[in-house]
Protein backbone atom coordinates (compact mmCIF):
# COMPACT_ATOMS: atom_id res chain seq x y z
CA UNK A 1 0.00 0.00 0.00
CA UNK A 2 0.88 3.75 -0.78
CA UNK A 3 2.79 5.04 2.29
CA UNK A 4 4.77 8.17 3.43
CA UNK A 5 7.25 8.57 6.04
CA UNK A 6 8.53 11.54 8.26
CA UNK A 7 10.94 11.77 10.97
CA UNK A 8 8.72 10.55 14.01
CA UNK A 9 10.13 11.95 16.70
CA UNK A 10 10.38 15.81 17.00
CA UNK A 11 13.54 17.60 15.86
CA UNK A 12 14.72 20.04 18.32
CA UNK A 13 17.41 22.30 17.19
CA UNK A 14 19.52 25.79 18.48
CA UNK A 15 18.72 28.65 16.77
CA UNK A 16 20.96 29.80 13.74
CA UNK A 17 21.26 25.96 12.58
CA UNK A 18 20.03 23.73 9.72
CA UNK A 19 16.94 22.51 10.44
CA UNK A 20 16.88 19.30 7.70
CA UNK A 21 13.84 16.88 7.72
CA UNK A 22 13.03 13.53 5.75
CA UNK A 23 10.22 12.63 3.88
CA UNK A 24 10.40 8.96 2.06
CA UNK A 25 7.43 7.53 0.30
CA UNK A 26 6.65 4.03 -0.98
CA UNK A 27 4.04 2.96 -3.49
CA UNK A 28 3.97 6.34 -5.01
CA UNK A 29 5.24 8.09 -8.58
CA UNK A 30 4.49 11.80 -7.40
CA UNK A 31 4.40 14.13 -10.07
CA UNK A 32 4.62 16.70 -7.74
CA UNK A 33 5.70 16.82 -3.67
CA UNK A 34 4.70 19.45 -1.83
CA UNK A 35 5.55 21.17 1.73
CA UNK A 36 3.30 22.61 4.33
CA UNK A 37 3.69 23.72 7.19
CA UNK A 38 0.70 23.55 9.99
CA UNK A 39 0.84 25.49 13.46
CA UNK A 40 -1.42 24.12 16.38
CA UNK A 41 -5.31 24.67 15.76
CA UNK A 42 -4.46 25.96 12.46
CA UNK A 43 -5.15 24.75 8.46
CA UNK A 44 -1.48 24.11 6.44
CA UNK A 45 0.75 26.26 4.74
CA UNK A 46 2.08 26.46 1.50
CA UNK A 47 5.68 26.51 1.44
CA UNK A 48 7.15 25.05 -1.43
CA UNK A 49 6.64 22.35 -4.11
CA UNK A 50 8.90 20.83 -6.40
CA UNK A 51 8.62 18.37 -9.07
CA UNK A 52 9.88 15.34 -10.56
CA UNK A 53 12.27 16.63 -13.08
CA UNK A 54 13.41 18.92 -10.82
CA UNK A 55 16.19 17.94 -8.11
CA UNK A 56 16.16 20.98 -5.48
CA UNK A 57 14.07 24.19 -5.04
CA UNK A 58 14.69 26.92 -2.76
CA UNK A 59 12.74 29.71 -1.49
CA UNK A 60 14.72 32.28 0.96
CA UNK A 61 15.94 29.96 4.05
CA UNK A 62 14.33 26.85 2.19
CA UNK A 63 15.57 24.55 0.49
CA UNK A 64 13.88 21.39 -0.97
CA UNK A 65 15.50 18.12 -2.62
CA UNK A 66 13.24 15.83 -4.47
CA UNK A 67 15.12 12.06 -5.22
CA UNK A 68 12.98 9.96 -7.09
CA UNK A 69 15.10 7.27 -7.36
CA UNK A 70 15.62 6.60 -3.69
CA UNK A 71 12.03 7.84 -3.37
CA UNK A 72 13.15 10.85 -0.97
CA UNK A 73 12.60 14.71 -0.20
CA UNK A 74 14.75 16.29 2.33
CA UNK A 75 13.45 20.32 3.31
CA UNK A 76 16.21 21.97 5.22
CA UNK A 77 15.52 25.47 6.65
CA UNK A 78 19.01 27.04 6.92
CA UNK A 79 19.71 30.05 9.65
CA UNK A 80 16.28 28.58 11.42
CA UNK A 81 14.45 30.80 14.10
CA UNK A 82 12.43 29.91 16.95
CA UNK A 83 9.66 31.19 14.88
CA UNK A 84 9.96 28.36 12.44
CA UNK A 85 9.04 26.07 15.33
CA UNK A 86 6.17 24.58 13.81
CA UNK A 87 4.63 20.84 12.16
CA UNK A 88 6.24 20.21 8.94
CA UNK A 89 4.22 18.20 6.64
CA UNK A 90 5.29 16.25 3.41
CA UNK A 91 2.67 15.65 0.46
CA UNK A 92 3.22 13.58 -2.62
CA UNK A 93 0.81 14.26 -5.45
CA UNK A 94 -0.81 11.80 -7.25
CA UNK A 95 -3.68 11.37 -9.25
CA UNK A 96 -4.39 15.12 -8.47
CA UNK A 97 -4.87 14.27 -4.76
CA UNK A 98 -1.99 15.12 -2.04
CA UNK A 99 -1.41 12.34 0.51
CA UNK A 100 -0.05 13.30 3.67
CA UNK A 101 2.39 12.26 5.94
CA UNK A 102 1.94 12.57 10.18
CA UNK A 103 4.82 15.56 9.98
CA UNK A 104 6.93 16.76 11.83
CA UNK A 105 7.37 18.71 14.78
CA UNK A 106 10.07 20.89 14.58
CA UNK A 107 11.25 23.28 18.30
CA UNK A 108 13.62 25.56 17.15
CA UNK A 109 15.52 26.74 20.76
CA UNK A 110 16.93 30.37 21.32
CA UNK B 1 -2.90 35.56 -3.15
CA UNK B 2 -4.74 32.63 -3.04
CA UNK B 3 -6.75 32.55 0.22
CA UNK B 4 -8.94 30.72 1.52
CA UNK B 5 -11.74 31.01 4.23
CA UNK B 6 -13.50 28.77 6.59
CA UNK B 7 -16.72 29.66 8.89
CA UNK B 8 -17.15 28.61 11.64
CA UNK B 9 -13.63 28.67 13.24
CA UNK B 10 -15.30 26.38 15.80
CA UNK B 11 -18.68 25.16 16.70
CA UNK B 12 -20.36 23.44 19.44
CA UNK B 13 -23.84 21.34 18.98
CA UNK B 14 -25.68 18.79 20.53
CA UNK B 15 -26.07 15.35 19.29
CA UNK B 16 -28.41 14.44 16.36
CA UNK B 17 -28.18 17.84 15.15
CA UNK B 18 -26.56 18.75 11.45
CA UNK B 19 -23.52 21.40 10.90
CA UNK B 20 -23.06 23.25 8.00
CA UNK B 21 -18.83 24.48 7.56
CA UNK B 22 -18.28 27.21 4.26
CA UNK B 23 -15.30 27.25 2.36
CA UNK B 24 -14.18 29.88 0.06
CA UNK B 25 -11.98 30.93 -1.85
CA UNK B 26 -11.61 34.98 -1.54
CA UNK B 27 -9.37 35.73 -4.39
CA UNK B 28 -9.49 32.63 -6.88
CA UNK B 29 -11.77 30.54 -8.54
CA UNK B 30 -11.69 27.20 -7.19
CA UNK B 31 -12.86 24.15 -9.85
CA UNK B 32 -11.82 22.04 -7.36
CA UNK B 33 -12.47 21.41 -3.18
CA UNK B 34 -10.91 19.10 -1.33
CA UNK B 35 -12.28 18.31 2.57
CA UNK B 36 -10.28 16.65 4.84
CA UNK B 37 -10.37 16.02 8.78
CA UNK B 38 -7.58 15.74 10.98
CA UNK B 39 -7.50 14.10 14.93
CA UNK B 40 -5.31 15.35 17.37
CA UNK B 41 -1.43 14.37 16.54
CA UNK B 42 -2.73 12.64 13.61
CA UNK B 43 -2.03 13.55 9.75
CA UNK B 44 -4.94 14.74 7.17
CA UNK B 45 -7.14 12.32 5.88
CA UNK B 46 -8.92 12.94 2.62
CA UNK B 47 -12.74 12.48 2.69
CA UNK B 48 -13.81 13.77 -0.59
CA UNK B 49 -12.95 16.13 -3.45
CA UNK B 50 -15.65 18.04 -5.02
CA UNK B 51 -15.66 20.04 -8.55
CA UNK B 52 -17.62 22.24 -9.12
CA UNK B 53 -21.67 22.03 -10.30
CA UNK B 54 -20.36 17.62 -9.86
CA UNK B 55 -21.18 15.56 -7.65
CA UNK B 56 -18.15 14.93 -4.61
CA UNK B 57 -16.44 11.86 -4.98
CA UNK B 58 -15.81 10.40 -1.60
CA UNK B 59 -12.88 8.79 -0.42
CA UNK B 60 -13.56 5.22 0.75
CA UNK B 61 -14.65 4.46 4.51
CA UNK B 62 -16.52 8.22 4.50
CA UNK B 63 -20.11 8.06 4.34
CA UNK B 64 -21.74 10.37 2.09
CA UNK B 65 -25.13 10.23 3.52
CA UNK B 66 -23.18 11.40 6.37
CA UNK B 67 -20.94 14.27 5.17
CA UNK B 68 -22.70 16.00 2.42
CA UNK B 69 -20.92 18.24 -0.02
CA UNK B 70 -22.32 20.62 -1.86
CA UNK B 71 -20.05 22.92 -4.63
CA UNK B 72 -21.97 25.29 -6.57
CA UNK B 73 -19.76 28.21 -7.22
CA UNK B 74 -16.38 28.62 -8.26
CA UNK B 75 -15.31 29.96 -4.97
CA UNK B 76 -17.89 28.00 -2.49
CA UNK B 77 -18.15 24.89 -1.27
CA UNK B 78 -19.84 23.58 1.78
CA UNK B 79 -19.88 20.52 4.19
CA UNK B 80 -22.61 19.52 6.27
CA UNK B 81 -22.67 16.95 9.04
CA UNK B 82 -25.79 15.24 9.79
CA UNK B 83 -27.26 13.88 12.56
CA UNK B 84 -23.66 14.57 14.49
CA UNK B 85 -22.13 12.64 17.13
CA UNK B 86 -19.22 12.54 19.52
CA UNK B 87 -17.57 10.43 17.34
CA UNK B 88 -17.71 13.37 14.59
CA UNK B 89 -15.63 15.37 16.47
CA UNK B 90 -12.76 16.75 14.78
CA UNK B 91 -10.64 19.32 12.99
CA UNK B 92 -12.11 19.63 9.58
CA UNK B 93 -9.81 21.64 6.80
CA UNK B 94 -11.17 22.61 3.23
CA UNK B 95 -8.80 23.40 0.72
CA UNK B 96 -8.86 25.07 -2.82
CA UNK B 97 -7.25 24.52 -6.45
CA UNK B 98 -8.01 26.79 -9.30
CA UNK B 99 -7.76 26.64 -12.86
CA UNK B 100 -4.28 27.73 -13.82
CA UNK B 101 -0.86 28.70 -12.70
CA UNK B 102 0.07 28.32 -9.06
CA UNK B 103 -3.16 27.68 -7.95
CA UNK B 104 -3.70 24.71 -10.56
CA UNK B 105 -0.35 23.13 -8.88
CA UNK B 106 -0.87 23.78 -5.54
CA UNK B 107 -4.06 22.62 -2.81
CA UNK B 108 -4.36 26.29 -0.55
CA UNK B 109 -6.01 25.49 2.99
CA UNK B 110 -8.45 26.97 5.02
CA UNK B 111 -7.85 27.39 8.63
CA UNK B 112 -9.83 25.07 9.67
CA UNK B 113 -13.07 24.33 11.90
CA UNK B 114 -12.64 22.26 15.43
CA UNK B 115 -16.01 20.39 15.81
CA UNK B 116 -17.52 19.42 19.33
CA UNK B 117 -20.55 17.20 19.33
CA UNK B 118 -21.64 17.12 22.71
Known amino acids: SQKIEQNSEALNIQEGKTATLTCNYT??????LQWYRQDPGRGPVFLLLIRENEKEKRKERLKVTFDTTLKQSLFHITASQPADSATYLCAPREGGKLIFGQGTELSVKP | GAVVSQHPSRVICKSGTSVKIECRSLDFQATTMFWYRQFPKQSLMLMATSNEGSKATYEQGVEKDKFLINHASLTLSTLTVTSAHPEDSSFYIC??????????????FGPGTRLLVL
Open chain 1, 27 to 32: NYSPAY
Open chain 2, 95 to 108: SAQGLAGETWETQY
